[in-house]
């Protein structure tokens, strides 16, 4: 959907308004805030980007447009920038979480608590954000996120929601799920922060890998 909204000229920490553009909402993924000066007052605009970088900076008016276009809105969570080591906090951020593909919990010597280091697929660093912030993000039923091995050695261990699954750590399982995973055997490594590729819909066992195989060719 193509919403018209303001747009924003950015020079350093001034901001001007330019034209109007119309923005395809179904590719919007991160809204930040930015403190500039508009027209001599210092204002809250915001950052519009997409897989690409920044589509445009817009007003608080504008923002309220494109929201009330996306249906549900994307909840906003605080993120931080960090710079040589030290931690500095952004304005409040909307996102669109299915960007996420890794979540990699970081120490700074400036800030209590641990940061969550949040990645696209390409390793890019979106942003960083606090414990609340992470939980907002996994609040959608990405709960009990474990990486999984395939008795297949050879294969890349991966992450998967478990739901309200029980398994144990160090222990192998046929498992089967919900999306396009195939249904095998797979040691279960531990708790992950990472972003799940699947949903587990159906655990057997415990087994052993021959055993577990015999199970899921049945």
Known sequence: MYVNINSYKVSGSVAKQSVNVNINTDYMKVIIG???TVDGKSETLYDITNDSGRVCVTNDQSLKKLLESMGEAPKPITTYKVVNGIAKENETRYVDFTTITK????????????????SSL????????????YQTI???GVKNIKQIQSCDLSAIPFEVDFGVNDVTDGFTYSLTFDG?????????????????????SQVSG???????KSVSSE
Not at 122 to 133: A, I, Q, S
Not at 183 to 196: A, F, V
Request: aromatic share 6%.
């Open 122 to 133: 390409l390793n890019t660093v979106l942003f960083n954000t606090d414990e609340e912030g």
């Open 206 to 212: 415990p087994l052993n890998c021959e055993e577990c």
């Open 34 to 36: 930015l403190r500039l």
């Open 180 to 200: 396009p995973t195939r249904q095998e055997c797979y040691t279960i490594l531990g708790d992950s922060l990472n972003i799940p590729q699947d949903t587990v």
């Open 138 to 140: 996994l609040m959608d």
């Open 103 to 118: 979540i990699t919990p970081i120490k700074i010597n400036n800030f209590k608590g641990l940061l969550y280091e949040c």
